[in-house]
C-alpha cells in the first residue's frame, strides 16, 4: 500500500485544525503540531528489530502525525513487526475525533491496536511507574515518538511533586515527557522527539541530562540550521533539535545531521565520539552538538591549552538580577550609588557610561544588601550571556576600564554579564585587554558555535574554552595596546594565528 496518501490527508488536517484552534487554546495545551515532513524525518531514525509486536508510545500526540509516520513505516514493511499495540495521549478532547482519524487511517492495512487516552500523561505516568493502586498501569513501550509540550513547571505545582516521586527534578514539560517515556521503556527501547535546544546546557537542566545519561544513551542528534521554519505556522522561533535514544545499552558513537530546514534537501551527516559531545571534565554534563568534523585553530593548537584555572583567572555571572533588587536600582548615578552595567554598556569595544535616556537603570544603592554583589573597581573582561543566532558574532568581548568610572570605588554587573576576574577583584590590564582580544578572535566564535550551538553563552561554557597561557595573553593585550585604534578582525584573526 502507498502510504504518501495517507499523510498527505493527515499533513491537510494539521494545517486546518492549527489554523482553527485559537492562540489562547495553543497556549493552555502548548500546542505546536508537527508538520509530516518532520514527522517522517522522526519515524524513520528508528533501527529495524526483530520481535513480533511493537508498542509505541505517543504523548502529546495532537492529531497523531507521529504516529501516522511510524505507522506508515510498519506499513512499508521496513521496521518487521506483525502486530503494533499504539497509546497516544492528548489531554486536549478537542483534538481526540482528528486523533482518532487519523489512526483509524491505518487499522485496514496493519494488525494495529490504538487507543486515545485523555487523561494527563504526567499524573499517569507517574502512577504507572509508582504502582499507584489506583491508576492504570500501563506496559512498557518497545518505541515512543513524542513532540512535548513547551510549558514551565512551577516549583509547587503537583507536576514537580509527581515528578520528584520518580525521581525527575525538571523545570518544563518538555523534559518531563521525555524522562518519563524513557522510564516507560523497555530495555533496548528506543524513543524519538523533536524538544527545543535549552536542554543542552544550563543549570536547570542539569538534573535532566544527568537523568537521561545514567539511563539511555544518545545515538542521534539532528539540528536545524534556521530556527524559523521547523514551526513556521505556529511563530515559534525557540531553536528545536530531534534526538534519538536507546534505553539501558551503552552509549557509543553518536550520529549528528544538520539541515537547513524541514525540507532535508541538504542532510549531512557525521559520526562523533561521545567526549566530544559531552566533554568528560564537564560536571554541568552539557551536550554540545557538533556542526562540522574539521578541528578549527583552538583545537590544532599546541600553545592554546591551558585551563581558565591556569591563567589565574575566573569567571562568574554577573550577580545583580535587576527585577529582584527594583527598589535599589537608580537611572542616573547619585550619592550613594555605584555603576550598574548591562550589555547595553558595551558597544565597539568601547563603554558607555552613564547611558542618559536609556531604558536600563545606570546605578544602584550601595547598602548592606547589595555590598556582597559588588566588585573593586578596576579592568574587567566582560561577555555578553546572550545574542540572537543571526548576529555575527556569538562570544562579544569588552573591557572595563576602571577610568571611565573615576570616583567609584566598586561597580556592579548585571545578570546578562559574564565576568572574568581574580578571586572577585579586578586583573592587570594587559590580561584584561589579551583576553577580550583573543575571545574576540573567529577562532573563539568558530569553536563556540560548533559546539555550543545554542545562543547563550553561559560562564561555564567559558570554564570550557582552552586558553592561552597568562603569559601569551598579556602580550596580546601589551600588542592590542601599541595600536592607535582598536584592532579589526582581521588584526585580531592574524594575531592569534601567529600564537597558534
Not at 11 to 35: A, G, H
Not at 127 to 148: E, K, R
Not at 358 to 383: D, M
Request: aromatic share 10%; with cysteine.
Amino acid at each position: 500500500m502507498e502510504n504518501a496518501p495517507l499523510l498527505s490527508e493527515v499533513e491537510q488536517t494539521r494545517v486546518v485544525v492549527s489554523k482553527v484552534c485559537d492562540s489562547r487554546r495553543k497556549s493552555q495545551f502548548s500546542q505546536f503540531f508537527t508538520p509530516v515532513s518532520i514527522a517522517q524525518y522522526m519515524a524513520g531514525l528508528f533501527s529495524r528489530r526483530t520481535g513480533d509486536t511493537c508498542r509505541l508510545l505517543d504523548p502529546g500526540a495532537g492529531i497523531g502525525p507521529l504516529s501516522a509516520a511510524f505507522l506508515g513505516r510498519c506499513v512499508s514493511g521496513d521496521l518487521g513487526f506483525n502486530r503494533i499495540e499504539v497509546d497516544t495521549f492528548e489531554i486536549d478532547d478537542y483534538l481526540h475525533p482528528y486523533l482518532t482519524e487519523t489512526l483509524d487511517k491505518y487499522r485496514g492495512h496493519l494488525d494495529v491496536i490504538s487507543a486515545v487516552r485523555g487523561d494527563d500523561f504526567i499524573h499517569a505516568a507517574v502512577d504507572s511507574v509508582c504502582g499507584n493502586l489506583f491508576g492504570q498501569s500501563l506496559p512498557q513501550y518497545t518505541h515512543a515518538i513524542l513532540n512535548p509540550p513547551y510549558k514551565k513547571i512551577r516549583s509547587n505545582s503537583s507536576y514537580r511533586l509527581a515528578l520528584r516521586k520518580v525521581g525527575i527534578e525538571t523545570v518544563n514539560l518538555y523534559s518531563a515527557f521525555v524522562a518519563l517515556s524513557v522510564l516507560l521503556l523497555e530495555e533496548r527501547g528506543q524513543l524519538v522527539a523533536i524538544i527545543p535546544r535549552s536542554f543542552c546546557n544550563g543549570p536547570y537542566y542539569r538534573s535532566f541530562r544527568e537523568f537521561l545519561m545514567r539511563r539511555a544513551a544518545i545515538r542521534h542528534m539532528h539540528l536545524f540550521a534556521s530556527r524559523k521554519t521547523v514551526f513556521k505556522g505556529d511563530e515559534v522561533l525557540q531553536e528545536n533539535v530531534i534526538i534519538m535514544l536507546e534505553r539501558g545499552v551503552r552509549q557509543g558513537d553518536v550520529t549528528v545531521t544538520t539541515s537547513t530546514d524541514d525540507s532535508f534537501a541538504d542532510l549531512e551527516a557525521h559520526e562523533y565520539s561521545f567526549d566530544t559531545i559531552v566533554f568528560p571534565e564537564d560536571q554541568e554534563s552539557f551536550i554540545h552538538i557538533p556542526t562540522s568534523p574539521d578541528q578549527g585553530t583552538i583545537e590544532r593548537s599546541s600553545t592554546i591549552s591551558c585551563a581558565l584555572q591556569d591563567v589565574g583567572l575566573m569567571v562568574s555571572t554577573g550577580p545583580v538580577v535587576d527585577f529582584r533588587v527594583k527598589e535599589y536600582l537608580r537611572d542616573m548615578p547619585e550619592v550613594g550609588t555605584v555603576p550598574l552595567l548591562y550589555p547595553a554598556h558595551f558597544g565597539n569595544s568601547k563603554v558607555a557610561w552613564p547611558k542618559r535616556g536609556s531604558k536600563r537603570p545606570n546605578a544602584i544603592q550601595r547598602n548592606l544588601h547589595t555590598e556582597k554583589w559588588l566588585y573593586p573597581n578596576g579592568f574587567y573582561c566582560v561577555v555578553r550571556r546572550f545574542s540572537s543566532k543571526e548576529e555575527k558574532r556569538r562570544v562579544v568581548a569588552s573591557v572595563v576600564n576602571p577610568s571611565v568610572f573615576a570616583g567609584a570605588d566598586a561597580l556592579a554587573f548585571e545578570n546578562h554579564l559574564n565576568v572574568f576576574h581574580e578571586d572577585g577583584h579586578g586583573v592587570p590590564e594587559a590580561l584584561a585587554r589579551g583576553l577580550a582580544a583573543f575571545l574576540n578572535t573567529t577562532a573563539v566564535d568558530e569553536h563556540f558555535r560548533r559546539f555550543s550551538g545554542h545562543t547563550q553563552v553561559n560562564a561555564t561554557d567559558l570554564r570550557l574554552i582552552k586558553y592561552p597561557s597568562r603569559e601569551a595573553l598579556i602580550a596580546l593585550g601589551e600588542w592590542a595596546t601599541r595600536l592607535p585604534s582598536e584592532p579589526t578582525q582581521g588584526m585580531l584573526d592574524n594575531e592569534l594565528e601567529e600564537l597558534a
